[in-house]
């Protein structure tokens, strides 16, 4: 199985700072890693497929890129409704896995 | 607009079984590829199950942890997935999650809580 590994697990910043998270996976992946929020007591929410490409009603702050092994998502200024946990998944290979996730609290 | 609606959770013993359903609106179930998705106490989440459409046969794929156990199957006519849990166990406690998509999770339910404790 391809184990996906985030860092950092807690990321404490303030609003309007940007930020960037890391999905790390166990072998070479391409482009087949998804990124999700999930804001608590909700479900997960798809924010970028295939590493960078962006989907329809998601702001334009949330970005992604990488290939291979290393994938980062960023967060251009941080805003209040961002503060959730935010987890990355590869459709390399099944079964698919998702990463332990990294919350973005608020310092 | 898009909805994905599981019932079905419940507590249960050990040993016993359970059977999730998630029903369906808003987008071409027949061609959909569906998935279960769970997540642990912990916030873990885990990829359970996956069943594609007629097109590939039905054809279905599972997670080691509950393959043998657990069945994933559909009803196009009625737009649904299910799951049908056996031999449940603890570890096998968590919210379940109806989602669609074929190598994404386009879009998910609101879960299901399934609790295994004696």
């Known amino acids: 199985d391809i184990v996906l590994t985030q860092s950092p697990a807690t990321l404490s910043v303030t609003p309007g700072e940007s930020v960037s998270l890391s999905c790390r996976a166990s072998q070479g992946i391409s482009t087949s890693i998804h990124w999700y929020q999930q804001k608590s007591n909700e479900s997960p929410r798809l924010l970028i497929k295939?590493?960078?490409q962006s989907i329809s009603g998601i702001p334009s702050r949330f970005s992604g890129s990488g290939s291979g092994t290393d994938f980062t998502l960023s967060i251009n200024r941080v805003e209040s409704e961002d503060f959730s946990v935010y987890y990355c998944?590869?459709?390399?290979?099944?079964?698919?896995?998702f990463g332990g996730g990294t919350k973005l609290e608020l310092k | 607009e898009v909805q994905l609606v599981e019932t079905g959770g419940s507590l249960v013993q050990p040993g016993k079984s359970l059977k999730l359903t998630c029903a369906t609106s808003g987008f071409t179930f027949s061609n959909a590829w569906m998935h279960w998705v769970r997540q642990s106490p912990e916030k873990q989440l885990e990829w359970v199950a996956q069943?594609?459409?007629?097109?590939?046969?039905?054809?279905?794929y599972y997670a080691e942890s509950v393959k043998g156990r657990f069945t994933i199957s559909r009803d196009d006519s009625k737009s649904s997935v299910y799951l049908q849990m056996n031999s449940l166990k603890e570890e096998d406690t968590a919210i379940y999650y109806c989602t669609w998509g074929n190598w994404y999770f386009d879009y998910w339910g609101q879960g299901v809580m399934v609790t295994v404790s004696s």
């Open positions: 998944q590869q459709s390399y290979s099944l079964p698919r896995t």
């Open positions: 295939y590493a960078s």
């Open positions: 069943i594609k459409a007629k097109s590939n046969n039905y054809a279905t």
